[in-house]
C-alpha cells in the first residue's frame, strides 16, 4: 500500500504505544518520516521503543484527568496534528448473567472514556492545524455484532463507533477529518492473555486460522489512511482476515 510522501512537519500522538497495534503504528509512521510521540501506561517499553524508532514519547493513562492533561500539554510542545487512538482492550469473555462489573468498568474507560477525554483535550489544537487536524479511532468489528460472551467488549467498542460518528459531524466545519479503523480477527498474543487469563485460551483463539492479521498488517492501514492528502476522509475502513468472512464465520484447520 503506498500513499504521497508525508512532510517532516506532519506529528501525531499514538496510544496505547507500549504494545501490539500501537507500537506497530508508531513504527510504522516513523519509516515514513512522521515525528511521533508514543503514549502509554507502561514507561520501560516507551523508552526501548524510542531508543528503536526515535519516536518522543509521554507515560500516562488516558483514563485519567490529571494524566491526559499532563499528556495534552506534551502534544502541544511537540506540535501533534493527528490523534490516534489506539489504546484499549477486552477484559473477560462472560455472558451478560455472570458479567464482572469490574471488567466492563475496564472496557469503558479505556475503549471510551479514555478516547473522549483525550480528544476532547486536543481538539483546539487539532482545529488549528495546517492543512487541517486529523482524529482516528480504532474501534474493533465487535462494534458491528455482538457475539456470546462479548458483551461487554461489544458495548465498548459500539459506544466508542458512535461516540466516532458523532465526531466526524461536529468537527467538519472545524476541518477535522475523523477515521475509524475496524479491525476482525488480530493475532496479538497479550490483547488475548489480558482478556481471557491464560496462555492456553489464549491460544485456542487463533488455532487452526490461516494467516489472521498481524498488529503490523493493521498499522500499515492506519499509517495509510492518515497520510492521504487531507481533503481525503477514509471514513469507516473495515479489516479482516480472509478466513474470517464475517464475525461469525471463522475458517479453522482441523
Known amino acids: 500500500m503506498t500513499s504521497p510522501s508525508v512532510t517532516p512537519a506532519r506529528c501525531a500522538l499514538v496510544t496505547g504505544a507500549s504494545a501490539g497495534i500501537g507500537a506497530a503504528t508508531v513504527r510504522a509512521l516513523r519509516v515514513e518520516g512522521w515525528d511521533v510521540?508514543?503514549?502509554?501506561?507502561?514507561?520501560?517499553?516507551?523508552?526501548?521503543?524510542?531508543?528503536?524508532?526515535?519516536?518522543?514519547?509521554v507515560a500516562g493513562d488516558v483514563?485519567?484527568?490529571?494524566?491526559?492533561?499532563?499528556?495534552?500539554?506534551?502534544?502541544?510542545?511537540?506540535?501533534?496534528?493527528?490523534?490516534?487512538?489506539?489504546?484499549?482492550g477486552a477484559r473477560g469473555n462472560q455472558h451478560v448473567a455472570q458479567a464482572h462489573t469490574e471488567d466492563w468498568d475496564w472496557m469503558f474507560q479505556s475503549n471510551v472514556m479514555g478516547s473522549m477525554?483525550?480528544?476532547?483535550?486536543?481538539?483546539?489544537?487539532?482545529?488549528?492545524?495546517?492543512?487541517?487536524?486529523?482524529?482516528?479511532?480504532?474501534?474493533?468489528?465487535?462494534?458491528?455484532?455482538?457475539?456470546?460472551?462479548?458483551g461487554g467488549y461489544n458495548a465498548a467498542k459500539a459506544a466508542q463507533r458512535a461516540m466516532t460518528k458523532a465526531l466526524r459531524l461536529e468537527e467538519a466545519e472545524h476541518n477535522v477529518?475523523?477515521?475509524?479503523?475496524?479491525?476482525?480477527?488480530?493475532?496479538?498474543?497479550?490483547?488475548?492473555l489480558r482478556r481471557l487469563g491464560s496462555q492456553e485460551a489464549a491460544?485456542?483463539?487463533?488455532?487452526?486460522?490461516?494467516?489472521?492479521?498481524?498488529?503490523?498488517?493493521?498499522?500499515?492501514?492506519?499509517?495509510?489512511?492518515?497520510?492521504?492528502?487531507?481533503?481525503i476522509n477514509l471514513d469507516e475502513i473495515v479489516l479482516r482476515p480472509v478466513a474470517q468472512a464475517a464475525n461469525h464465520k471463522l475458517l479453522r484447520k482441523a
Open 117 to 150: 477525554k483525550l480528544t476532547r483535550a486536543l481538539l483546539p489544537q487539532l482545529r488549528s492545524a495546517q492543512p487541517g487536524g486529523t482524529v482516528l479511532n480504532l474501534t474493533s468489528t465487535a462494534a458491528l455484532a455482538s457475539y456470546e460472551g462479548g
Open 37 to 57: 510521540l508514543a503514549v502509554a501506561r507502561r514507561e520501560g517499553r516507551l523508552m526501548a521503543l524510542a531508543e528503536e524508532t526515535g519516536c518522543a514519547w
Open 203 to 231: 491460544d485456542a483463539v487463533y488455532a487452526g486460522v490461516e494467516a489472521p492479521l498481524t498488529s503490523e498488517d493493521v498499522a500499515e492501514v492506519v499509517r495509510y489512511a492518515v497520510s492521504l492528502p487531507h481533503h
Open 63 to 88: 483514563s485519567s484527568d490529571e494524566d491526559v492533561e499532563r499528556i495534552a500539554q506534551s502534544a502541544k510542545a511537540n506540535g501533534v496534528d493527528t490523534l490516534i487512538n489506539i489504546a484499549g
Open 177 to 192: 477529518r475523523v477515521i475509524e479503523v475496524l479491525p476482525g480477527l488480530v493475532k496479538s498474543d497479550e490483547f488475548a
